[in-house]
């Protein structure tokens, strides 16, 4: 089992799915034996698989990029063979790229349930107008808005100013010893991305700076 995180909550991380090296996340509550998923990778079986013996109550996506949801067909036929509730929520602004309607809609300040355990949505802007973040108490899934050295790529200089207003005024807000689960990759915590982010405004940057921004190199 790919247990990361292990308090009163559960995070179980499969790393590597897919041909972008997703990661796909297992958010448990050992004693209700409730879980959310969290994206819909290739290779989404592997995460059906360690949520085995978890009553799932749906899938959150953290934004609608192609790598983030390739696993829809096969989420749809666990679905419709009883694996999973079919259950599956994303930002309105994402929406229009999932394959079909979702269930629900996740709004900033959403709160969602596992047992007693509660995560909180962070509508996340910058690497895409509907990313989002998950919130826990001790841990942060953050999609493709935070990653060790930097924030997502973003396609234009406003999305980058967005992920930085995101990154600064949603996540650095958490206490320093959180654990960030990224999208894809290794993880870190709030408190080491701070300090990297820091050396990053210490420095004068180009008006026009975005794609892969590295808070350390750029």
Not at 41 to 68: N, S
Request: with cysteine; glycine share 14%; net charge negative.
């Amino acid at each position: 089992m790919a247990l990361i995180y292990d308090d009163h909550f559960q995070v179980y991380k499969v790393a590597g799915m897919g041909p972008f090296n997703n990661n796909g996340y297992v958010l448990a509550d050992p004693g209700s034996r409730e879980c959310y998923l969290v994206d819909a990778p290739a290779e989404f079986g592997r995460l059906l698989e360690e949520a085995r013996g978890f009553h799932i109550k749906g899938v959150l996506i953290t934004h609608t990029h192609p790598d983030h949801i390739a696993g829809h067909p096969e989420l749809k036929r666990a679905a419709q063979g009883g694996l999973l509730g079919g259950v599956v929520g994303v930002h309105a602004a994402a929406a229009p790229r999932l394959p079909e309607q979702p269930s629900f809609h996740l709004g900033h300040g959403d709160l969602l349930h596992i047992g007693q355990t509660p995560i909180r949505v962070l509508h996340t802007p910058g690497h895409t107008a509907g990313s989002i973040c998950l919130a826990l108490d001790g841990c942060l899934i953050s999609g493709d808005t935070l990653f060790p050295g930097g924030p997502g790529y973003t396609q234009s200089p406003n999305g980058f100013q967005q992920v930085v207003k995101s990154i600064t005024e949603h996540l650095y807000g958490l206490d320093d010893e959180v654990l960030v689960l990224p999208g894809h990759g290794a993880d870190t915590t709030v408190g080491e991305s701070k300090r990297e982010y820091a050396d990053f405004a210490a420095k004068s940057h180009p008006s026009d700076l975005h794609g892969a921004v590295h808070w350390l190199t750029s």
